[in-house]
């Protein structure tokens, strides 16, 4: 049934493939069922656009003939967003974020010293949840605006790189503040009660899932969608400074801590390195950072090690005492 479903969609020139329901309105899968069978479907309809044969579209030919698949690749293969390997996003997302960025001139707010408002950070999540549909989408996470207020609260402390005990404050602050945002579970809604030993715990272990499947995960993913899509619109050097995704994936907004990390450096390496800035040059007219010969002979074997490797595959990021 949800084969011929996708089918059908595909046949009709959409990309957009909704939750299946009945005449109620009432779900006929449940939410895993459901994000497993998009992307699935977003797998098939770039197989058929590039013509492969793969397991995937074996799978769907009961429901498609090669009349259907021949429609199909000649809907989407001449327009501006053919269907590629981020199966997280379909067509339709992407014509969306592609408008935004080029007439509504969307982009990733400016960052104050490393700080990052609240409100801020909000308002941009609130901005792509329209382009991206989470409302359809991710209907139980970032579709929600009351739990979406608290994951900005959590996305903040992350990418300002606040320890976990930091961030536990911070999430306990935010609930005792908006007692009624409080989720007990997906599906169950409560009021916060900051002496209730249970809720307490309930912050703890649903904070640690937020940095694990909504931060790192899903808002990432979607950070990087929008930054290879905004750098592809404006130009490759757009993005070499106040890139979200980076302080997402890395932890912080500090750009030698991202270099370092970026360019192969273990967190607890990139952490020594920032503590000893002797080792740490601007080079050139411009200023870019770069680490002096001498970090291999610093006196910490994790780092001369990782040196040792690094200097081998990214000689650039290097220079010598003289220079």
């Known amino acids: 049934m949800e084969k011929k479903y996708v089918a ?3 046949k009709s020139g959409s990309s957009v493939i909704p939750q299946r329901v009945n005449d109620e309105g009432k779900a006929l899968q449940s939410e895993e069922s459901y994000i497993m069978m998009r992307k699935f479907g977003l797998i098939l309809l770039r197989d058929i656009v590039e013509d ?12 498609l003939t090669d009349e ?29 974020l592609i408008i935004a960025i080029k007439r509504d001139n969307l982009h990733y707010p400016e960052v104050k010293d490393g700080y990052f408002k609240h409100d801020v950070v909000l308002e941009f999540l609130k901005k792509l949840s329209d382009v991206f549909q989470w409302r359809i989408y991710e209907s139980s996470t970032l579709g929600k605006d009351t739990l979406l207020s608290w994951y900005a609260v959590i996305l903040c402390e992350w990418m300002e790189r606040n320890g ?35 809720h307490r715990n309930i912050v ?13 995960f899903s808002i990432s993913n979607y950070f990087l969608r929008f930054s290879n899509e905004f750098r592809r619109i404006k130009g490759d050097d757009e993005l ?72 081998q595959n990214v000689p650039g990021i290097f220079v010598d005492e003289e220079d």
């Open 164 to 198: 976990l005990n930091y961030i536990m404050r911070a999430a306990l602050k935010h609930h005792r503040e908006k007692p009624d945002n409080f989720w007990i579970n997906n599906y169950t809604r409560g009021v916060y009660n900051d002496n209730d030993k249970i």
């Open 204 to 216: 703890f272990a649903d904070t640690l899932e937020v940095i694990e499947n909504i931060v790192l």
């Open 8 to 10: 059908e969609i595909l």
């Open 68 to 96: 259907d698949e021949k429609t199909i690749r000649e809907k989407f293969k001449n327009t501006e967003t053919i269907p590629d390997d981020d199966i997280n996003t379909s067509v339709d997302q992407t014509k969306r």
């Open 240 to 311: 070499d400074v106040n890139n979200w995704y980076e302080y997402v994936e890395y932890g912080t907004t500090n750009p030698l801590t991202i270099l370092l990390q970026r360019n192969g450096f273990s967190r607890e390496s990139a952490r020594f390195i920032k503590e000893n800035p002797e080792y740490v040059v601007k080079y050139g007219s411009t200023g870019k950072l770069k680490l002096k010969a001498s970090l291999s002979k610093c006196g910490r074997t994790s780092v001369e090690n990782e040196v040792e490797y690094i200097r």
């Open 52 to 63: 492969k044969d793969t397991l995937v579209r074996r799978e769907f030919k009961p429901f």
